[in-house]
């Protein structure tokens, strides 16, 4: 997994501060996929895009939550006026293709926390 | 609702001895299944699949065994080292949205020297 880089690492934001969350994929992906870990649980699927496109939102908090992932650079996560229970860690990982052979590779995540 | 459970938040197992994790899902369309290891800070790492045409996969001292009729699933570590000292995630996806892998809450192994 170390060829998913995210970053930041960690991330510090007061009550209604916007959070930006960067992953540049493994080289020759194309794939993204964005998890988040709340403390004491597993990790919750968000989102699945490829390069310009949202495949697969339906993990995704309707309101102040949003993903890209352009033809250029690296996929972002946004999420706007964050508030406490946004505090958690955000994990990236990346595959070559869909389907069962297509193991997902994770980044190390950022660790966000809402003061 | 968790699809994918795995009901021992840890287990302590002597260096040497077999680990075994457990893992059991609910949504019967699950058809592929996939174990992750997590270290601290760092993020999960693949350590092995079984598609539900298989009851077995082995691959070194890991292998994996699945009941498609109980709906459940255990990863066999054998022996243990202290190395496998980690978080271990179930997961699982159906062909239907691969995307979309479910992920248990993990099980932390710790192996006793």
């Known amino acids: 997994n170390a060829g998913v880089m995210q970053n930041p690492r960690h991330l510090v934001r007061r009550r209604g501060q916007e959070a930006r969350l960067r992953c540049s994929p493994m080289?020759?992906?194309?794939?993204v996929y964005w998890y988040r870990q709340l403390p004491e649980e597993g990790l919750k699927f968000m989102v699945y895009l490829q390069k310009e496109n949202i495949i697969d939102e339906s993990g995704m908090p309707k309101e102040r939550f949003s993903a890209e992932f352009p033809k250029e650079g690296p996929s972002i996560l946004r999420i706007q006026q964050v508030v406490r229970g946004d505090s958690a860690a955000y994990f990236c990982?990346?595959?070559?293709?869909?389907?069962?052979?297509?193991?997902?590779?994770f980044g190390p995540g950022t660790r966000l926390t809402v003061t | 609702d968790q699809q994918v459970k795995q009901n021992s938040p840890s287990l302590s197992v002597q260096e040497g001895r077999i680990s075994i994790l457990n893992c059991d899902y609910t949504?019967?369309?699950?058809?592929?299944f996939l174990w992750y290891k997590k270290y601290p800070a760092e993020g999960p790492t693949f350590l092995i699949s079984?598609?539900?045409?298989?009851d077995k996969n082995e691959d070194g001292r890991f292998t994996v065994f699945l009941n498609k009729s109980a709906k459940h699933l255990s990863l066999h570590i054998v022996p243990s080292q202290p190395g496998d000292s980690a978080v271990y995630f179930c997961a699982a996806s159906a062909k239907t949205s691969y995307d979309k892998v479910i992920f248990g809450p993990g099980t932390s192994l710790s192996v006793i020297p």
């Open positions: 079984i598609s539900s045409i298989k």
């Open positions: 990982a990346s595959s070559p293709g869909t389907g069962p052979s297509g193991e997902q590779y």
């Open positions: 949504n019967s369309m699950f058809d592929y």
């Open positions: 080289k020759g992906h194309s794939h």
